[in-house]
């Protein structure tokens, strides 16, 4: 089918405001529309992704439209936080606008990752009538629990990665030749009203009403319409799927693979699927009232990985088979429980009074990878078995037969410490014959937080305390010759901040347990089949220069301090420099991150980020620079920043931020 596409367009808002759009046209009669709606550029940001994705669901039949929010690329406006409610009531109005376009007939499906599957989700809970059905990627329920900022009630490190890579992407203009000679006033005017965004964040250090608000596990009620929802275990917010196949109660269907942060059909670690055909029988069914067989499927899709040597913190590829869920929760999980007893047995629960203590040196975790992966060489976790030997281990005997395990682990623990601030982190980790420790699934929780995040309570030292660690979710399977391990530590750095206390904690084996959700193998196993990936067009790309990454650790043997650093330069995410051609626009991110902390003194925590972002074309050039500190002490928290904007080499508008935040029990 033909498609036209449409550089730039605009829609109109009430109060006056233009959001500018990038439109892929089939040719023919009115059709469906199919909505992304992002801050992150559809000019020149997101591109390469749009093209070969947007332009295949037009050339089935749809009308695809790529929004830049109010603030962000070429819209008219101002950017100042994350899922606000006026980006909601945008989004309603953009929706309606559609609906009544000459080229729609009126039906309009929602669709994005990350950023954008979050606000699907908060967008059908509004209901507008035009929207059918949406498919969420990669996306969270829980904005506190769930998102880039915290984790178990503990302090994500990547709160200020995020939050700087948003000072780059928010200090950027939109281009000249699409708004015209206003461009500059309007690039001035959002620089200097940006926010330092990782203290937006850091401002609310436990779940209140800002979390609350676009968390829509507050009112699973509210989503009515048909909801699509995908994850994958290499990315951070699989937890996502499983919730909302339970708790939502309209039509919906999952799929988990081995991704990273990643659409599907582009999925690393492999096996990458059809999605987009996949996508596009969901849009056929509720659009276009056909019968794609979609809604015949399981449920729940998800693929069970197999144990991989973890030698390499690569992961190009994960072996293993996809499985069928016809419901979720599943009648075919059940929770296998673990008591350790010096090892990890099914037996029942030792002698009361049995105790073993850990105090880990606060760099235990370099292992751990990122937080989030995303596809990029080195960024998945190692060989366990240096942060295990700093952490309590509970091993099961070899195993004689395979192990199975789709959904959450749990950890059910009776603890003291002997301070009132304290973090503990659970891991599960498949052990192979040669010893190599490969995590499978991991939980942390901020001890102050045992017993929810919205009203966290220091722990009275010495007092045993009963805490529920839930895991990641996991789809794995213990081959028989492996052992499953069982590791407890009281930090997880890189990925969090350090409590401001060096805690012991002291674990009673008898009143503790690990919980494994083992699913039993059927004799007949329902296939699942999914086509291979499929694409349309790329964008026309000149690739100008490879990235440089790098990503190191060293141990000073004279200090104890442990050092942390990611580099990427010319691309960020490993994509290099790259020229769009058709729009003559040159692009070049770079990012260094550089975190420090000692083994015994939490106050010693250091992140530093170091940023640039290029832009342009001949005779105009826009640069970024960009950096953020966070420091701490007992009590509180230090963020600094600085955004230096410069046009043909000559600066342009410079803003710096020195901000102070009270430790609120973290």
Known sequence: MAVTVTEHLWVPLSDGTRLAARLWLPDGPPAPAILEYIPYRK???TRGRDEPMHGYFAAQGYAVIRVDMRGSGESDGLLDDEYIKLEQDDALEVIDWLSRQ?????????????????????VAARRPPALQAIISVCSTEDRFGGDIHYMGGSLLNDNLWWGSIMLAYQARPADPALV??????????????MPFWPALWLAHQRRDEYWAHGSVCEDWAAIQCPVFVVGGWADSYTSAVPQLLEHLTGPRLGIIGPWAHIYPQDGVPGPAIGFLQEATRWWDHWLRG????????????AYVEDALTPI????????????????????SIDTRWFHPQGRAAEAEPGPAGLRQSIRSPLWTGIASGEWMGTGVPGDMPGDQRIDDANSLTFDTEVLTDAVECLGQPLAELLLSADAPLAQIAVRVCDVAPDGASQRVSYGVVNLAHRNGSAQPKPLTPGEQVRVVVPLKVFGHRFAPGHRIRFALSTAYWPILWPAPNAATITLDLGGSRFGLPVRQVRKTEPGVVLEPPAHGASAPITQLSES???RYITLDSLTGEATYVTVGEGGLFGEGVQ???????LVNHGLTRRLTVSADDPLSARSVITQSYEMGRDGWRIRIETEAEMTGTAETFRLTGAVRAFENGILVVERAWDEVFDRDCL
Do not use: Y
């Not at 020229?579 to 626009?585: A, C, G, N």
């Open 290 to 301: 056909r019968d794609t067989g979609i809604m015949k499927e399981p449920m729940l899709r």
């Open 43 to 45: 000019r020149d940001g």
């Open 548 to 550: 440089r990454l790098a």
């Open 102 to 122: 000459p080229w729609c007939d009126g039906r309009v499906g929602m669709m994005g990752k990350s950023w954008g599957g979050f606000n699907c989700l908060q």
């Open 579 to 585: 020229r769009f051609d058709e729009i003559d626009m």
């Open 180 to 193: 015209g000679e206003g461009w500059r006033a309007q690039w001035i005017e959002r620089l200097r009203h």
């Open 312 to 331: 390499s913190t690569t992961k190009t590829t994960a072996p293993g088979r996809w499985r069928a869920e016809p419901s979720w929760p599943s009648p």
